[in-house]
């Protein structure tokens, strides 16, 4: 079977889930769909890291992130609105795609709001979609 | 009985007067009824004044209000007002007002009716309270059923990605490491129905029997249970309950309430300075309150306001925060028709205020 050579190199994976993170890198992995995984237990975790990366060139930066919306410390949209601050220290644009369990109307309108979100996507991720974000 | 013994048995039953205000003379006519209405001697010759000195504060200037516009503008009136008789009783009546023109259009009288509607008020100011309360409920279950379908999302989430990674497995080790992750993942499914059990059983227990409980009791109990705690931190907790000793509350909530709020003041505490924690009652307004302040690390309010009280949110880094404790809390507080207010600055420390 030939395989389509993956779009992304590094992913940040953003989630206070553990359970979560450990499906979602283990089906990343199993369908080979990006050599670098970075994990993140909240949104502060993750700021801080982009913040590093961008003060040592911007070689690190992740192709793309996946953003839980409910975590502690900083959660999912307060992470938004701090990488608005920073995005433009960014020579790309990363797609951001928020991931959730939460079917409220009210959270899938806000990520409208949001240019950097690529989509909303609810819980549980399914391999093909995940093969469709990757590939 | 003639027509006129009739009309004034119908007023009897009906409860209900008939007066006419002549607007030129200022002179006031009354039926028997009203008189009894307002429980007033039959002899007394009524008078604007006297009319006015009859109702509660607030209805008297609704009334004055309606007569000012009758007899400047014409304008018909029909309220539902609270008077107080001559022999301080509180009585709900309806007043109809009506403006009489002259032939040539000139403003004569002012004539109405008024009438005793106190049974029928009362029974519809019980059903708007009762209204009040299945709002609050209704809204409080919606938000249970929106906690309960979130939290069962996430889990079931897990599972079926856990599922297809059996299903992915390339080996028999690989294989069983999923399995074991997914005892995990019924684990955490096992515990998050507990909680909601646990809050559940809030909703249902309210109507337990409130006993008169002195708030020193129960917080010799907490103490005691928070005993090695308190040693570990060396916190300094003073209690002042000289304000307010007792409450009549379900027992059983009022320790979860305590411990849950110094157990907290004691886990968020600041690392540098001694952890000191104040808990007091008092009364004001006829309703008891309980303070539990400390020094700890306190929360930004402006971002957190909204989650403080949500299941399963957390704000610190800490190990142990599992983000139902508040949560609990709220209930048990709102549940019995109290309310839990909190005040709080980043570094300084956290003031939370039960309103019982």
């Not at chain 2, 001559?86 to 109405?112: M, Q, V």
């Not at chain 2, 309430?257 to 004691?266: D, E, G, Q, T, V």
């Amino acid at each position: 079977m030939e395989e389509t050579k993956p779009k992304f190199n590094s992913v940040f994976l953003i989630d206070d889930d553990k359970l979560y993170l450990f499906s979602i890198k283990k089906m990343i992995s199993f369908l080979k769909l990006c050599p670098n995984v970075s994990e993140f237990y909240n949104g502060q975790d993750a700021m801080e890291r982009l913040k590093q990366i961008t003060q040592s060139g911007n070689d690190q930066l992740p192709d793309v992130i996946l953003l839980d919306i409910n975590m502690p410390i900083m959660n999912g949209w307060e992470f938004l609105e701090a990488y608005k601050q920073i995005r433009n220290m960014f020579a790309k644009r990363i797609p951001i795609y928020m991931v959730s369990s939460s079917i409220d109307i009210t959270d899938i309108d806000k990520s409208k709001n949001y240019s950097d979100i690529a989509a909303y996507l609810i819980k549980p991720i399914r391999p093909d979609k995940l093969k469709e974000i990757f590939l | 009985m003639t027509s006129l013994e009739l009309l004034n048995e119908l007023a009897e039953i009906a409860k209900i007067g008939i007066w006419e205000y002549d607007v030129r003379t200022g002179e006031i006519i009354w039926s028997e009824e009203i008189y009894e209405i307002h429980e007033i001697a039959h002899d007394v010759q009524p008078t604007l004044d006297l009319v006015l000195s009859l109702y509660t504060p607030e209805a008297k200037i609704v009334l004055d209000n309606a007569i000012q516009n009758a007899v400047q503008y014409g304008e018909n009136y029909d309220l539902e007002l609270l008077t107080l008789s001559a022999k301080n009783n509180y009585i709900w009546i309806r007043a109809i007002g009506k403006a009489i023109f002259d032939e040539d259009g000139k403003l004569h009288y002012l004539r109405g009716t008024t009438q005793n509607i106190h049974q029928i008020k009362q029974r519809e100011l019980e059903l708007h309270h009762s209204i009040d309360i299945i709002n609050d409920q209704n809204k409080r279950l919606n938000n249970f059923a929106h906690i309960v379908s979130h939290n069962l999302r996430t889990h079931s989430g897990n599972f079926e990605m856990m599922l297809n990674l059996v299903d992915m497995a390339q080996s028999a080790e690989e294989r069983e490491e999923f399995i074991q992750q997914l005892k995990k993942v019924s684990g955490s499914l096992s515990q998050t129905i507990d909680h909601l059990s646990e809050v559940l059983k809030i909703q249902t227990e309210v109507n337990k029997a409130k006993t008169s409980i002195y708030f020193q009791d129960i917080y010799d109990g907490v103490l005691q249970a928070l005993q090695l705690n308190i040693k570990d931190c060396n916190a300094l907790i003073t209690a002042d309950f000289s304000k307010c000793q007792t409450i009549d509350y379900v027992k059983a909530y009022l320790e979860s309430i305590m411990l849950n709020l110094l157990s907290n003041a004691m886990k968020y505490r600041r690392s540098d300075i001694r952890p000191e924690i104040l808990i007091k009652t008092y009364t004001y307004d006829d309703k008891t309150f309980m303070e539990v302040k400390d020094n700890g690390l306190g929360i930004n309010l402006e971002r957190h306001r909204d989650k403080l009280f949500g299941m399963y949110k957390t704000f610190h880094n800490h190990s142990d925060a599992r983000g139902i404790g508040l949560f609990i809390t709220k209930n048990q507080v709102e549940a019995l028709g109290g309310d839990i207010a909190i005040e709080s600055e980043p570094g300084k420390g956290t003031k939370f205020i039960i309103q019982f």
